[in-house]
């Protein structure tokens, strides 16, 4: 079991920045991909971005590809999203996730642990 929580989300204007943390505990969390999603009201899940085991290669949606960059850091178990220009159309909770799958995937299914999420809300 890993247990998972997301901090740092919140409200913020349009062109602003958000930084975006998931603590793990429980099995080692360096053996696990971590990947971020998000849903608006009324949208389906949306994979944001992933990250493998060793922090050694990402894989980011293109639609926040140069605007969102994901990072870990084994040593605190904890895995990051910083998340910069942001638009009103980011606003959504965003959840990460823990795989135990070797290769990157960008749909949730392939996720075996989650976090409740956190809000992050982008005014105009």
């Known amino acids: 079991q890993v247990q998972l929580v997301e901090s740092g989300g919140g409200l913020v204007q349009a062109g602003g920045s958000l930084r975006l943390s998931c603590a793990a505990s429980?099995?080692?969390?360096?053996?696990?991909?971590m990947g971020w999603f998000r849903q608006a009201p009324g949208k389906e899940r949306e994979f944001v971005a992933a990250?493998?085991?060793?922090?050694?290669?990402?894989y980011h949606a293109n639609s926040m590809k140069g605007r969102f960059t994901t990072s870990r850091d084994n040593a605190k178990n904890t895995v990051f999203l910083q998340m910069n220009s942001l638009k009103p159309e980011d606003t959504a909770v965003y959840y990460c996730?823990?795989?135990?799958?070797?290769?990157?995937?960008?749909?949730?299914?392939?996720?075996?642990?989650w976090g409740p999420g956190t809000q992050v809300t982008v005014s105009s």
């Open positions: 429980g099995r080692t969390f360096s053996a696990y991909t």
């Open positions: 990250i493998n085991w060793s922090g050694g290669s990402t």
């Open positions: 996730a823990a795989s135990g799958s070797i290769p990157i995937y960008d749909t949730s299914g392939r996720y075996d642990y």
